[in-house]
Every structure is written in C-alpha cells, then in structure tokens.
C-alpha cells in the first residue's frame, strides 16, 4: 500500500514527493535524539493514510451527528477499549487532536477563567500549556509555578505541598517535559486531595515508559490523565484523554463541542492500533531498552566531561547543561551536532541564566535510536562522537549585542561545516545509522 501510494503521489505532486523522500533518507542517516519524537509502525502509517480520512463525524460512538458511522464507530471504540485495558482506565476520550488541546479541553472542564492553578515551571521541565505567561493558559488562568531544586535539580515534594498548602489552587497539574528523573504521582494526587484541589497528569513523554513498567503510573490516584499518542507510546500525532468516572461527562463535552469539531478518524484508527502494538509482550522490552540506553548514554557524556542536569537520568531523557562552556551555548551545541547529522533540540535548563531562544542546555533522548534496534554499545558511541562535537564549540561566544547574533551564528555555522573533527564524526554517523535501517530494517513494523 505504502509502495502504491508513494508512485501515485510522485505522479500528483513530485515536489511533495521529493520532500517526503528527503525526510525519509534524513532519517536513514541520522542520530536522531529529540525525545518527542519517535518512528511509527508501518502498520501506524497505514491506518493514518487510510479511507477513514474521508469521513467526517462529529460526536461520539453510537451518538453521531452524520450517518453511516458504522466502521468509524467501531474503529473508536477499539482505541477506547485498548486504552481502558493498557491503563486501568475509568473513562477515555480518543478524540483529541494533540496534547496541547488536549490540555486546554481538560482545563476548560474543570476550570473557571482565572482560577488557580500549580504547575511546573516551564524554564525547569514544565510545557507551555502549564502555564506560561506567552500561552493561552497563562493568560487565562492563574498558574502558580514549582520547579525543581537548586542544589539536587529534582522536584521537592515537601516544597511542592508547602505551595498547596499556601496557594490553595483549584487543580495542581504534575508531568513535564525536559525532566529526567521518574516523577511520583501518587504524592502529587496526596498534595492535592489534602488541600481540596483535583490532580491532573501530563504523561505524554513517558506514556511508553508507563506502560512498559518503567515508570510509575499516575492510575488510579490521579483524577485526569493526559497524554500524546507519539512520542514513547510511537503512534501518530494526536492525544486522548482519561479520567475518572465522575469527570467523564465534563471531559467529553468540553473535548466535542467544547474545543473541537468532528474528530481526525484515520488518527483515531491509527491509534488503536499503536495501542495495540504496545499491549503485546515486546513492547515491555522496548521501554526497557528505552531507559536502559538513556542511562549508558547519560554515563558516557559524564565520562567525556558533559555535565547534565541532576547528575543523569531515570527515563527516555537527558537534560545538558552547558554553561560550563558558556551561558546560552545551546544553540551553538545544536547547531554544530546538527553538522555532525545528531539532532538535539536546545533548551532551557533550571535557573536559567540566558533566555530561551538562546538558552544553556540541549536537550536528548533515546526513543527513536531504540526503535531502530541501537543498544548499549552504540550509546557509548554515540556519547563519544557527541562530545567531540560539543568540545569544538567552546571557543565560540554569544555576542552581547543581540544586532550581532544572527551574523555571528552565520559565520559560526560556515566555520563548523568546514571542521575536519564534525566532518569525520558525521561520516561517523552516517556508518553507524545505516547499520540500524529505517523502515526497511526495524522487526516492529
């Protein structure tokens, strides 16, 4: 099917066609450590490019606004009931687009504009949409932020029900996004049972994790429960949200008609089947794996003198610190590893000193590397070639004058292109990706 469709789109749009063929052979050849991103099935993509994208229907299984919803409903219903089982679930909504109106639905529930809520900082491992003053959320509600210790770089929980106690929010939303160190639900939902609020938890980096039992669970203590279907969980783009039984009925109508219209169906079929992927046996390997590699690749940057936040990591993350080179060097480290074809996305880090365009961390993670079958070995490598890059930025400085930023970065970028040290590590790269095929090589698909 997938063959099918790529000559029929090569025939209708060739510019699109060598667009999609560019991506495919990007990912062939590249170390590809962003930890939002991961390689769906072949079985995922199909479902995603199916007929169902032809239908439209607005409402709920067995409650359509359009007719002929038979196979649709089916479809949704599969994706409910998968979820339900894999979670232990009281009630799901399969609907949603992605995770960040998937967040702005559940706070429409369950909120009043302007009520109170905690979250986590974003500069320290938050989301935008748990508040932050440039997001929707932060301008609607009235968030109140913890973050992380300044000496061990870990949420403090005693610090955490100290703010409860003396905020008094109506929801305390726990989860991030740039946070390596497993998080503890169950004291979130205690914090927030104590002080009279609703607990919320924003699982959507480490749903996979969940569910391969690496990771704690925030069932059946926590009331809402959001996460995205991609990332660890390696679906399509695209969210659900589940809860208890008693918010059921507010989360279904602020979700549909409340945020959204009729649903994405060939998503929700392609969903299913992720969450069918993740209930068989393999997939508890694969989130094993997923920590497992993490943890030697954390290992091996500290040997080569990285400096990461917290001193490692306990998931599908790593968070590293550059400001012993320099505040602000994310951006040069992305850029010179980007060279090296190693993707990493730069990022804020605790207490940060620069600003978050130019911020002092990258930020990595090992799902996709772990879909293609890398293990151990190739994470000690990894962590090598990734120094050597980082080691030749240190001699580059942000300029103080923001006029003279982009220049700088121009000439930053002509300059690292032409390194014999990135360009030997890239050719590096390059050996080691295609030894770990992309689509044509992985078991899973």
Known sequence: MMEMMDRKLKEADPEIAKAVEGELNWERET????????????????????????????????????????????AETLAIERAKKIFGAEHVNIQCYSGSPANLAIYFALLNPGDKVLAMDLTHGGHLTHGSPVNFTGRSYNFVHYGVDRETERIDYAAVREMAIKEKPKLIVSGATAYSRQIDFKKFAAIAKEVGAMSMADISHITGLIIGGVHPSPFPETDVVMTTT??????????????????????DK???????????????????????????PEFKDYAAQIVKNARALAKGLIENGIKLVSGGTDNHLILI?????????????????????????????????????YPSGIRIGTPTITTRGMK??????????????????????????????????????????????????????????????????????
């Open 254 to 280: 602020a979700v549909f008609p409340g945020m959204q219209g009729g649903p994405h169906d060939h998503a929700t079929a392609a969903k299913a089947v992720a969450l069918k992927e993740a209930m068989q």
């Open 31 to 74: 170390i590809h450590l962003i930890p939002s991103d991961n390689l769906a099935s072949r079985a995922v993509l199909e479902a995603l490019g199916s007929v169902f994208d032809n239908r439209y229907s607005e409402g709920y299984a067995g409650k359509r606004y359009y007719g002929s919803q038979e196979f649709v409903d089916r």
């Open 321 to 357: 610190n550059l400001t012993p080179i320099e505040k602000g060097h994310g951006i040069f480290a992305q850029k010179a590893l980007e060279k090296a074809n190693i993707t990493v996305n730069k990022n804020t880090i605790p207490y940060e000193p620069s600003t978050p365009f």
């Open 376 to 445: 151990e070995p190739e994470m000690a490598a990894i962590a090598d070639m990734m120094a050597t890059v980082i080691k030749e930025t240190e001699k580059y400085s942000l300029p103080a004058e923001k006029a003279e930023r982009k220049p700088y970065l121009e000439k930053f970028s002509s300059e690292i292109s032409q390194n014999s040290k990135i360009r030997k590590v890239r050719d590096d790269v390059i050996k080691l990706s295609r030894r770990f095929p992309v689509y044509e090589g992985l078991t899973y698909v």
């Open 230 to 251: 991609h990332k660890t969980l390696r679906g399509p783009r695209g969210a659900m949200i589940m809860c208890k039984k008693e918010f059921a009925e507010k989360i």
